[in-house]
């Protein structure tokens, strides 16, 4: 099947600082990836639509100055988290398009902030 | 809102038996359903889809029907093996919504050898 990367699995980092986390289509190009946030046995839950060379479309609720979303080409989406806060701490997954509309998910990211 | 909701949360079955996990949905204008897979700590696994003029789908070792009269979805599992211990979620898409997803609440299969 398709195969969707993210970078970093694992970061831990202090209260306020940023974070980055990569997202990546490695054998197909997808217009369209979404992110996804996931607390502990919970379901997932859609945070945003990232498309390739236009702004995301984020979900209701959803902080778009907090949850920065780049789609600079068909195979990187990348979400950064700005002035992290414990409570943004959980497991983001991306995911990415492929044919008409089948999604294929990545590995995930947990982000611990302290 | 509407939602996809979940009879059972978790679901224990013996090694070899069939296992059947349900998913109820509310959006009667859904017309694309998937079932997914995760594993502790990793993302979702795509297993099986079906769309709303389909009412039965089989894959291997798996099968899904869907009875939109009651707008209930379902994933058989035959011969359950403990590596399909997992949480299994059902997920649903209207076409007129792109491909944005809205997930069940998921169902925690555990597998006993």
């Known amino acids: 099947g398709a195969v969707v990367s993210q970078h970093p699995s694992r970061v831990i980092c202090k209260s306020g600082t940023s974070v980055k986390i990569e997202c990546r289509s490695l054998?197909?190009?997808?217009?369209?990836m979404f992110w996804y946030r996931q607390f502990p046995k919970q379901s997932l839950m859609l945070m945003a639509t990232?498309?390739?060379?236009?702004?995301?479309?984020?979900e209701q609720g959803v902080e778009k100055d907090k949850f920065l979303i780049n789609h600079a080409s068909l195979t990187l989406s990348t979400l950064t988290v700005t002035s992290a806060h414990p409570e943004d701490s959980s497991f983001y997954i991306c995911?990415?398009?492929?044919?008409?509309?089948?999604?294929?998910f990545g590995p995930g990211t947990r982000l611990t902030v302290l | 809102g509407e939602s996809v909701g979940l009879h059972l949360p978790t679901l224990s079955v013996q090694e070899g038996d069939n296992s059947i996990i349900n998913c109820a949905y509310s959006?009667?204008?859904?017309?694309?359903f998937i079932w997914y897979k995760q594993e502790s700590g990793k993302g979702p696994q795509f297993i099986i889809d079906?769309?709303?003029?389909?009412d039965k789908r089989q894959g291997q070792r798996v099968t899904v029907l869907l009875n939109k009269t009651v707008k209930h979805l379902s994933l058989q599992i035959a011969a359950t093996q403990p590596g399909d211990s997992a949480v299994y979620f059902c997920?649903?898409?209207?076409?007129?919504?792109?491909?944005?997803?809205?997930f069940g609440e998921g169902t925690q299969l555990t597998v006993n050898p």
């Open positions: 995911s990415a398009i492929r044919g008409p509309d089948t999604q294929y």
């Open positions: 054998d197909f190009q997808a217009t369209t």
């Open positions: 990232s498309n390739e060379g236009s702004k995301a479309t984020y």
């Open positions: 959006n009667s204008a859904s017309d694309y």
């Open positions: 079906i769309r709303s003029n389909m």
């Open positions: 997920a649903e898409n209207m076409e007129t919504s792109g491909s944005r997803l809205t």
